[in-house]
């Protein structure tokens, strides 16, 4: 008899048995299909909820107080007196001042000169060697130069000579007194004073008074709830088994028709030439990656996204 622990075993068994074929080849194959396994992103759950984000509270506002504004006569300045001031009186006069008085002053007389001519000697009479001027005055032919010993008269000349006649004096000189008439401005009637009595001074002017006391006022505020978009995972990423084309069951014209499906939904391509280049791969990507589809292979599922 077999124990409920040893069935339990068997059946894991089988079970892992069954897996282990599952992963080594795809599941309900079909005649002419390629298959690959692809990486099946994990699958999530949109859940929309209302939560509470802001607890019910209570706002106190202030009521501000009010005024009103009316009219006052107040007393602006007291009643007062001030002395005024009453200027004196002035007049114009006319008088003869003496500016400079009369005085004297010593004059000076310049010596008075006349001129006289004198004969002055000049030179002394006196005796000097001439040099003879003939042969008459020489003893015979054969002496040499006959030197003659001569006078030669006192000379004069006239000189003028200025001779003092009358010495420089000095006299006396009066200078009468200088006057002149100026105007010059007399008080006639002295400054005074009289009292002036200034009355109290009102005014009329509006006034702010308070008619109603600042109050405040509890606002109950109520609590705020929103609505909440979460995501809630499903299952979990997976390699799995996909239907895909490949070189046996894919066609130039397919392809051509995957390139314009491509570019149409805003994935260029590259030229529809029904090629699997490098552009038009990345493009496959790109769409497979913004749908959520498993990347890097061309699948029936990825197909059916084109409308292929």
């Not at 007389?109 to 000049?122: F, G, K, N, R």
């Not at 709830?225 to 499903?234: G, L, M, P, S, Y």
């Not at 769409?287 to 292979?297: D, I, K, M, T, V």
């Amino acid at each position: 008899m077999v124990s409920g622990a040893a069935l339990l075993l068997v059946t894991g068994a089988l079970a892992a048995q069954s897996t282990a074929s599952d992963e080594l080849f795809p599941p309900n194959a079909k005649p002419g299909e390629c298959y690959t396994r692809l990486f099946v992103p994990a699958t999530y759950e949109t859940l929309t909820q209302e939560v509470l984000v802001k607890e019910a509270a209570e706002r106190l506002e202030i009521v501000p107080a009010s005024y009103e504004t009316v009219e006052e006569t107040v007393l602006v300045e007291e009643a007062s007196s001030k002395l005024e001031v009453i200027p004196a009186e002035y007049d114009w006069v006319e008088e003869t001042v003496m500016v400079k008085p009369a005085r004297t002053k010593i004059v000076e007389v310049p010596a008075e000169y006349s001129t006289t001519t004198e004969q002055i000697l000049d030179m002394p009479a006196h005796t000097a060697w001439k040099t003879g001027r003939g042969p008459i005055e020489r003893v015979d032919n054969s002496t040499g130069e006959i030197l003659c010993l001569v006078e030669v008269p006192a000379t004069y000349k006239t000189v003028e000579k200025r001779i003092l006649a009358k010495p420089a004096t000095t006299r006396e000189e009066a200078i009468p007194a200088e006057y002149k008439t100026v105007r010059r401005r007399v008080m006639t009637k002295p400054p005074t004073t009289r009292e002036i009595e200034i009355p109290a001074k009102h005014e009329t002017v509006r006034v702010t008074k308070l008619a109603r006391q600042a109050e405040v006022k509890r606002i109950e505020i109520p609590a705020r709830h929103e609505t909440v978009t979460t995501r809630k995972k499903i299952s979990e990423g997976r390699m799995a088994w996909s239907s895909v084309l490949c070189e046996t069951n894919t066609t130039p014209d397919l392809v051509s028709k995957i390139q314009s499906a491509l570019t149409e939904a805003g994935y260029p391509a590259g030229a529809i030439d029904g090629r699997l280049g490098s552009a038009t791969m990345n493009a496959l990507r790109s769409f497979q990656r913004a749908n959520g589809l498993p990347e890097g292979s061309l699948t029936t599922e990825t197909l059916g996204a084109l409308g292929l």
